[in-house]
């Protein structure tokens, strides 16, 4: 399969996001429509890490489809199915904001995802924060039963669906069968959910040493470096099961070793996440098959 008509030749950039990375097209000459490369086989393709390029997802960049805002992106995951939000594509598309020549840095501007609307920053380097609404539809009780090892979980939408399980041993986790088996668990039915696995600081660690947290994304099917909504969902549970302080910072480390922190925002009922929006490399579509 071709990259597609007038996609031959076509510039993309590599965004990577805790470990999370990314494919970044510039579709703003679409208009509000769809891209040309915006298939499922297309994208399935481009994902693929030994016969394509290789990411979790691919990120669209179109036009603002709302007053007020500077860019609207569209998400799919790895398997060509579109997802309606992904907290580090976002911080990634933040920054990339920037290297298109169409926000600043360290002025807050709007995006629009299929979630809704996210107040964004870039900084210098590769840092940036967004805003967003705070995780909802909480369950601190899931109807499926903690395995051993696990001591409780939740559920909570942030921009999509999460399990949290608390676990005792992060490096334990069997994550790919356990992740497989929630992932379409009694909770989450119909569409399944991303399932996160978080486990608290060792009781000797330093103060500020952060909650550890490993996740199996749907529409990737495994294990990724970092989820960014992932971290909102969790934080949202932690503190609902009064293990952090309510509207405290939470700190997470990711599988990348990466850390997102999630912290109430100025507005109620709105958080920020921050972390990593690092645009790796540009280069030129030609051919994934």
Same mark, same amino acid.
């Given at each position: ?91 990634? @598309?933040?920054?990339?904001?920037? #290297?298109? !020549? *169409? ?7 709007? +995006?629009? /995802?299929?979630? =809704? ?116 969902? @969790?934080?949202?549970?932690?503190? #609902?099961? !009064? *293990? ?7 700190? +997470?480390? /990711?599988?990348? =070793? ?32």
């Amino acid at each position: 399969m071709t990259s597609g008509g007038d996609g031959a030749g076509r510039p993309f950039w590599k965004a990577v996001g805790s470990g999370n990375d990314f494919i970044v097209l510039d579709a703003r000459a679409a208009g509000a429509g769809p891209d040309p490369l915006e298939t499922p086989d297309w994208i399935v393709a481009a994902c693929a890490p030994h016969t394509g390029i290789g990411a979790d997802g691919v990120v669209f960049v179109g036009p603002p489809v709302e007053a007020g805002t500077t860019l609207a992106i569209r998400y799919y995951n790895a398997d060509g199915s579109r997802a309606s939000f992904c907290g580090n594509a976002s911080l990634c @598309a933040t920054q990339m904001a920037v #290297a298109l !020549g *169409l926000a600043p840095r360290h002025l807050a501007f709007g +995006l629009t /995802t299929d979630a =809704g609307r996210l107040t964004v920053t870039a900084f210098d380097g590769s840092a940036a924060e967004i805003e967003l609404a705070a995780a909802r539809d909480l369950v601190t009780a899931s109807a499926d039963a903690p395995s051993a090892g696990e001591r409780r979980i939740g559920f909570a939408v942030a921009g999509v669906p999460h399990l949290v399980v608390l676990v005792d041993d992060i490096a334990a986790v069997p994550i790919a069968k356990r992740g497989a088996e929630l992932r379409a668990a009694t909770a989450t039915r119909p569409d399944g959910a991303n399932v996160n696995f978080v486990a608290a600081p060792p009781v000797d660690a330093p103060a500020g040493t952060p909650w550890a947290i490993r996740t199996f994304e749907r529409g990737v099917e495994g294990e990724t470096l970092a989820c960014g909504s992932g971290n909102v969902a @969790a934080a949202a549970l932690l503190a #609902a099961w !009064g *293990l952090v302080a309510e509207n405290a910072p939470v700190a +997470l480390c /990711t599988r990348s =070793g990466r850390v997102l922190t999630v912290r109430a925002a100025g507005e109620p009922g709105r958080v920020s996440l921050a972390g990593e929006g690092r645009i790796v490399y540009e280069g030129r579509l030609r051919a994934v098959r």
